[in-house]
């Protein structure tokens, strides 16, 4: 007999009961969490039970997997097609009566680890847990909230606003009143419409938008009287469609900047009669419908920047694209606070693939200042055919009539000699500028432009305009498929991109150079990357490690100067990257075997983060069906791994480490408060959360001539690296380089998380995208957006170990070529001072299981974009600290973001080997040395 579960456990199965999950189902794993979370129910309620449900809903998805490994071959019909959609395995939900809850599968690892004993759970009464920590120790610790730099400067939008009112509990109560198909995603997530019928949804409202021959709607599909003009809102009858908006990406410049949402529509109503829209929805006020956007941006690609026209507010529910729409044009009159990323709307749970929820790639122009492009820029016409989202059916976004005439392309130019079909044309796509993509580095190579217009035929299949109707069709030129970018993941296959110019100076572009092989049509074949090929499966580190060509070479030091023990070269599958049309597939193209592929990513490419961070970091592969491995886990704050001694009581912050104080923004106050004690009473922030000029300088100089800041452990005592290799008979240090330290305020201290001392504890605010390089170096992290010099970007999260199990890793590594190569980064930069550290101080971080976006940055030679700063927040004790990483020069949109591990490739004795450097860097030490490799008669 089941016992009677207390109040707070009856209300945690009543809130999943909600979202549709059955007590027996949810019991274990809340007893699971609970064990976890030392009993902290706190933690359990946050967020309206969210990582209850986030929790439940992975078991859900370990189940599916097993169920679909352990089932028969899946025929290609079963995936796609018909079926789609359709879930045939009962996940403990209510409504699926008479089936028995699935067996609860293993929650994922670093959810069960258990708490340390030192861990003490203090409590802080200003900090309010905004985001649910994935893991008790650090998130306990840490006080990253939502970033509110921008929030405290910028007002807020009405949408964000909205969204912000509208709880997440709201949104259960709606569904729960309307009786709505339940959505899998989360907790609080609302109901979602049904792929299908989102698509004519949304295949209606843009119809609305097009000039005439809409496709009359599937008899099978709900109708739902769409609106015509920009003010209405989707609602008629039972039916009453609204939705929440995301930012997902941002493409900036100097002339543009272009933010690619998603959003998701939600049908509250099915069969019942729809509410009255909230008080909130109806204070929305609706400006401009998407052609309007659009028509903002094409005006200003033209040089017009024109203030968008405001409209009446909606009456009903929300116009999912009038909150686009309105949260673009009131974005419009906010001023634009340089250096800090505009504020998010609270997070939209992503998409999962084979679920019933679809989201919309959109494109809007926000808050910034508006340039007119170059003639030249506009000569530039860009095809994506990609932004369409993970589901199998694109959504399609249509652009004004008059734009068509930006683009004439010919059936032939469509046909299969182009290796492109009608079908990857009816995709939205977005502007980006010419001269940013351009002139980047690296693989960044895509011209601007605006873009293709299809329309409408009677059978919902949008195609081009009839060339016989162009007066002059231009010669439109591809120019460029798989080493092109995207502001937006897809799935593995299903992505590419075309440029298309004709424009004269596209004869110019940085595309026909040595690293791009014309062929077919004009097309040009993207460089093959070096390396050797693994089978066309996972991304595995172990077997990329394995197979890429860099056997026999010297081994690395194991530096101690921030070393990073890493593997070796990433390799790009066989025919990964052939021609265009060996990757403009569909995914019911895609056989069986790659199929089970896509499916095997154990992440969201929307969200590698899954809403952890306060924005969204997605995931691309232009070249192969690889995804990032499973064996991965993203964690947003550094977590103890076992041994490591990292006490963060607040009774060892004392006065000299904090500013009781203080209030409000300590960089506004008179006089520096206490913790700019390590930066000799000086901030290292500006107001807009970039390091100072004079740090960022002093950071860069170290980086060059980091022989000059060499030290050596104390005397009288061994060095912790030295003495991990060998415990019994330790050799002396080699030497560590002493850093210089930034210390930001904290718990203690009297100030608000606003405070501009408080940039590396706030997290990711960056628009930041992980993409799979062309050059085989694997998974690699751009930025999507300008960033200055000096911007924080991440902070480098791992696992914190001891420097002895961080040996044994990496003993482990070396013994067994299946074991994944380590990236860890050595905690040192106070050894040299600290006398007597025990073996759980000496620390470092290792990211390769679980980490944040940072654990994707690859290596370059001398002139990486990125410097590495130690900074310490919760701590007084340096010898644990967060590892910052902040531009030393201004990046573009798109280019790769990199930072010198500074790896000696020389150095034969480091347990192991250096990965053969692919950097491209003029300064590459990894080249010279390849070449005296050659001369030892090496590979
Ligand atoms: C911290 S990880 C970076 C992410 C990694 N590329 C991935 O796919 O997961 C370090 C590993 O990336 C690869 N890598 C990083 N920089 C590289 C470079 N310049 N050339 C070749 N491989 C590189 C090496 O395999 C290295 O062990």
């Known amino acids: 007999m089941s016992r009677t579960p207390n109040k707070r456990e009856a209300k945690a199965y009543e809130a999943m009961e909600v979202l549709g999950l059955n007590r027996s189902f949810i019991k274990p794993i809340l007893k699971e969490l609970l064990k976890v979370y030392a009993n902290e129910w706190d933690y359990i309620e946050a967020e309206n039970y969210r990582l209850l449900a986030d929790q439940a809903f992975e078991q859900q998805e370990n189940i599916v997997k097993q169920e679909s490994t352990s089932s028969p071959r ?20 209510t409504r699926s009566a008479g089936t028995n809850p699935p067996k609860p599968v293993a929650i994922a690892a670093v959810s069960v680890r258990p708490l340390p004993a030192w861990v003490k759970l203090e409590e802080d009464p200003d900090d309010t847990p905004q985001t649910l920590p994935r893991t008790p120790v650090s998130e306990k610790v840490d006080t990253c909230e939502k970033p509110p730099t921008s929030e405290t400067n910028l007002p807020k939008t009405p949408v964000a606003e909205r969204l912000e009112n509208r709880s997440a509990r709201d949104d259960v109560d709606a569904v729960k009143s309307n009786g709505a198909r339940i959505d899998r995603r989360g907790a609080g997530s609302p109901a979602k419409i049904d792929a299908r019928t989102l698509q004519e949804t949304l295949r209606q409202v843009t119809s609305s938008y097009t000039p005439s021959d809409t496709a009359e709607p599937s008899g099978s599909l709900p109708e739902l009287s769409l609106p015509d003009e920009k003010t209405k809102s989707l609602e008629n009858g039972d039916h009453k469609v609204e939705g929440n908006v995301d930012k997902l990406a941002t493409v900036s410049t100097q002339a543009t900047h272009i933010e690619v949402l998603e959003a998701s529509i939600i049908d509250t109503v099915e069969g019942s009669k729809a509410e009255e829209p909230s008080v909130s929805e109806k204070g929305i006020a609706s400006t401009s419908g998407p052609d309007s956007v659009l028509e903002e941006q094409l005006s200003h690609a033209n040089g017009v920047a024109e203030e968008p026209q405001r409209q009446s507010p909606a009456i009903g529910g929300a116009d999912v694209l009038s909150l686009l729409a309105d949260s673009y044009s009131e974005d419009k009159d906010e001023p634009k606070v340089a250096g800090i990323a505009a504020p998010d709307p609270p997070a939209v749970q992503t998409s999962v693939k084979g679920q ?27 095809v994506s055919s990609n932004v369409a989202m993970a589901e199998e059916e694109p959504l399609e976004l249509v652009l004004p009539e008059e734009d068509t005439e930006q683009l004439d392309l010919t059936e032939s130019e469509v046909g299969p000699e182009s290796g492109l079909r009608t079908a990857d044309l009816i995709r939205p796509s977005f502007l980006v500028n010419k001269e940013l993509l351009g002139t980047a580095d690296g693989d960044a ?55 298309l110019s004709d424009s004269p100076s596209a004869e110019a572009s940085p595309l026909a150079d040595a690293e791009a092989t014309p062929f077919a049509d004009g097309l040009y074949e993207p460089v093959r990357p070096e390396g050797r090929a693994t089978p066309g499966g996972m991304m595995d580190m172990a077997s990329v490690a394995s197979a890429a060509p860099n056997s026999g070479r010297p081994k690395r030091r194991l530096s101690s100067r921030n070393s990073n023990a890493s593997g070796s070269g990433a390799a790009v599958p066989n025919g990964a990257c052939a021609t265009v049309s060996n990757i403009v597939r569909e995914p019911e193209d895609l056989d069986d075997e790659e199929q089970v592929v896509r499916k095997k990513s154990a992440h969201s490419p929307f969200d590698i983060s899954r809403g952890t961070e306060s924005v969204k970091i997605p995931f691309v592969n232009e070249f192969s069906s690889d995804v990032i491995s499973s064996s991965f886990k993203y964690i947003r704050v550094n977590t103890v791994f076992q041994d490591a001694y990292v006490n963060f009581s607040l009774a060892r912050v004392g006065e000299e480490d904090s500013c009781g104080e203080c209030t409000g923004d300590c960089l506004e106050a008179t006089f520096p408060c206490a913790c700019t004690r390590e930066t000799g009473g000086v901030f290292a922030y500006t107001r807009d959360g970039s390091l100072k000029g004079e740090f960022l300088q002093y950071e860069m100089d170290r980086a060059q001539d980091e022989e000059k800041q060499i030290a050596f452990c104390a005397s009288g005592w061994h060095c912790p690296i030295e003495r991990s290799k060998n415990p019994n008979d330790p050799e002396s240090c080699k030497g560590h380089v002493s850093r210089k330290f930034i210390k930001e305020c904290w718990h203690k201290c009297g100030c608000s998380m606003g405070c501009g001392n408080r940039v590396v504890q706030r997290g990711i605010t960056r628009k930041l995208q992980i993409f799979f390089t062309h050059e085989g170096k694997g998974w690699g992290l751009r930025t999507l957006e300008q960033l200055p010099a000096g911007a924080f970007v991440c902070e480098y999260v791992g696992e914190i170990l001891t420097n002895m199990e961080q040996e044994e890793r990496n003993n482990n590594a070396k013994a067994d070529p299946t074991v994944t190569h380590t990236y860890p980064i050595l905690l040192d930069g106070d050894w040299c001072s600290e006398k007597g550290l025990k073996d759980e101080e000496a620390l470092c971080l290792d990211a390769t299981f679980f980490g944040n976006a940072a654990r994707f940055i690859n290596h370059r030679c001398c002139d990486g974009n990125l410097v590495d700063v130690p900074v310490t927040i919760e701590s007084p004790d340096r010898h644990y600290y967060h590892v910052a990483f902040f531009t030393s020069r201004a990046v573009k949109p798109m280019e790769e973001l990199t930072w010198d591990y500074r790896i000696d490739f020389d150095d034969d004795t480091h347990p192991i080997e250096a990965f053969k450097c692919l950097c491209g860097s003029p300064f590459c030490r990894g080249a010279s040395s390849s070449k005296k490799r050659k001369k030892r008669g090496r590979k």
């Open 356 to 382: 019933e929820d679809v989201e919309l790639a959109e494109v809007r122009e926000p808050h910034s200042v508006v340039k007119p492009p170059t003639e030249e820029s506009q000569d530039q016409l860009l």
């Open 74 to 93: 899946r025929t290609r019909a079963s995936t796609s097609g018909t079926d789609k959609g359709k879930k045939k395995i009962d996940y403990g939900n």
């Open 445 to 499: 190579k895509v011209a601007s432009g605006l873009i293709v217009l299809e329309s409408t035929t009677p059978t919902g299949k949008r195609e081009l305009s009839d060339p016989a109707e162009t007066a002059q069709p231009k010669r439109v030129k591809f120019e460029e498929t798989l080493a092109s970018h995207s502001a937006v993941p897809s799935m593995g296959l299903n992505r590419r991109k075309l440029i």
